[in-house]
């Protein structure tokens, strides 16, 4: 393949093994690892198709473009380390001819622990992830980054990628508070805020994902993923308005 997968990795002891293994076809992987602190760098050494990168993490469009640079081929492949690609992608980016003025886009699977989330809008999400880096990269957002598509055509590709993002309550609790802080400090200054639109903001987010995305249909899953939803815009909208108001200080 001259498809180069790319992985941003920080902590991920739990995840980042299937990750490798569902990419050891692939010629080149490169894991850019930015603080772990946990077993992920002696688990990504034990696979050879793999360059082990220790990086600087400056938000998640900096990062990956970044990351990407590290790799020996112009197609990029990105798969964060807690997904994994089934063998009906893989064979896919085997036998695709892939045009370059084209933005691929994949479609995924989430679960929590091994509970596949079939609602609250997180189940066949299709989203860009393959590019050639002479012809577009990601833009430069901390947060709710995204590959640059003007003046390209989008493609959704076969196959699936399983998402295994979370695995107990608590890491909701710490996804929230990294997000919320990532969106606050690239906001400031730019965007406005109140404490009412903050609590409003985290009420429609739970209603939305509960009731109009059918989130309850997810059982008790449903509900902490709504209520996750709900508390990351709440605490992402009152620390831009703290921000704000230390700026004006």
């Given at each position: ?156 590709l076969k196959g699936n990628v399983e998402h295994y993002s979370y695995h107990t309550i608590s890491e909701f609790v710490m996804k929230a508070d990294r997000y919320s802080t990532l969106f606050a400090m690239n906001n400031v200054g730019k965007k406005s805020s109140s404490p009412t639109k903050a609590f409003f903001n985290g009420m429609y987010s739970f209603f939305r994902t509960y009731i109009l ?37």
């Open positions: 393949m001259n498809i180069s997968a790319v992985v941003l990795a920080k902590n991920n002891e739990k995840t980042i093994e299937k990750t490798l293994q569902s990419l050891k076809e692939f010629e080149d992987v490169i894991v850019y690892d930015n603080g772990s602190t946990d077993e992920t760098i002696n688990i990504t050494k034990k696979f050879s198709n793999v360059n082990l990168v220790i990086g600087e993490f400056k938000g998640f469009g900096w990062s990956k473009n970044n990351a990407s640079s590290f790799a020996k081929n112009d197609w990029i492949l990105i798969i964060d380390s807690d997904e994994v690609v089934d063998s009906e992608l893989l064979n896919e980016l085997k036998t695709k001819v892939l045009d370059d003025k084209t933005v691929y886009k994949l479609n995924f699977k989430a679960f929590y622990k091994d509970i596949q989330v079939k609602h609250c809008g997180w189940n066949n999400q299709k989203i860009k992830r393959l590019y050639n880096r002479k012809i577009t990269s990601y833009n430069s957002n901390d947060v709710h980054e995204d590959i640059v598509t003007e003046g390209l055509k989008q493609e959704l995305k059918q989130g309850f249909r997810d059982g008790y899953v449903g509900l902490i993923i709504a209520f996750s939803h709900m508390v990351t815009n709440f605490y992402k909208y009152i620390k831009l308005y703290e921000l704000n108001k230390e700026l004006k200080k």
